[in-house]
């Protein structure tokens, strides 16, 4: 049975920084494509960073592009987002998911496998 589990969101002030954990159990995250997804009340969930290992690529959006960066210990077989200048607008649940892919990337493709999530709240 594959578990990821996030941990490390919480309350920050605007221009301080979270560093988000995913934790496997079940499959060797580091074998597949993995994302951060986030999702804010009343909006959809999207990506807003990725990590394929077996190209050594990342995948950022724009808004997030230079203050998130993707990571990894594959020892831990963990994942982590670390969220530098954080913004109101970066509040959200932010979800880690693990792909079904594990060389060709296909961001657009959905993740096989979810965590529960954890709330990142920014106040201004």
């Known amino acids: 049975q594959v578990q990821l589990i996030e941990s490390g969101g919480g309350l920050v002030q605007a221009g301080g920084s979270l560093r988000l954990s995913c934790a496997a159990s079940?499959?060797?995250?580091?074998?597949?494509?993995v994302g951060w997804f986030r999702q804010a009340p009343g909006k959809e969930r999207e990506l807003v960073a990725g990590i394929n290992w077996n190209r050594g690529s990342t995948y950022y959006i724009d808004s997030t592009k230079g203050r998130f960066t993707i990571s990894s210990d594959n020892a831990k077989n963990t994942v982590y987002l670390q969220m530098n200048d954080l913004k109101p607008e970066d509040t959200a649940v932010y979800y880690c998911?693990?792909?079904?892919?594990?060389?060709?990337?296909?961001?657009?493709?959905?993740?096989?496998?979810w965590g529960q999530g954890t709330q990142v709240t920014v106040s201004s």
């Open positions: 998911a693990s792909y079904a892919w594990r060389v060709t990337t296909n961001w657009s493709s959905n993740p096989t496998y």
């Open positions: 079940g499959r060797t995250l580091s074998s597949y494509g």
